[in-house]
Nanobody
Framework: QVQLVESGGGSVQAGGSLRLSCETS????????????MGWFRQAPGKEREGVAL????????FYADSVKGRFTISTDNAKNTLYLQMNSLQPEDAAMYYC??????????????????????WGKGTLVTIAS
């Protein structure tokens, strides 16, 4: 059974950095030998969930929301079955609950970004990021 567990959230001053981690289990074969689509999504109070960054783990192709390009970096450590999101130059508008998600259909990564992850198979419970201005 696939499980995703996020960590690394917290409170940071505007302009600061955080690194989110998503540890996966039950996905070992696909993570190491095939491709999956994995990504980060966020939802602020009163707003819809939005895609932040996704990665096709086999091809290495990445997809970012315009609002985070140049500030956030998504990466994976296949040996550790872990997904990361390095977030730099954080701004108040980045405050949200951040969720990790995964899906065994890597060709759907681009539409998953724009659809807020609708249809992705597996989700974590989230980690909260707050920004102090």
């Amino acid at each position: 059974q696939v499980q995703l567990v996020e960590s690394g959230g917290g409170s940071v001053q505007a302009g600061g950095s955080l690194r989110l981690s998503c540890e996966t289990s039950g996905f070992t074969y696909e993570f190491t030998y095939r491709s999956v689509c994995m990504g980060w999504f966020r939802q602020a109070p009163g707003k819809e969930r939005e895609g932040v960054a996704l990665i096709n783990t086999g091809a290495g192709s990445t997809f970012y929301a315009d609002s985070v390009k140049g500030r956030f970096t998504i990466s994976t450590d296949n040996a550790k079955n872990t997904l990361y999101l390095q977030m730099n130059s954080l701004q108040p508008e980045d405050a949200a609950m951040y969720y990790c998600a995964a899906d065994p259909r890597p060709s759907y990564c681009a539409p998953y970004l724009t659809r807020g992850g609708a249809g992705m198979a597996y989700w974590g419970k989230g980690t909260l990021v707050t920004i102090a201005s």
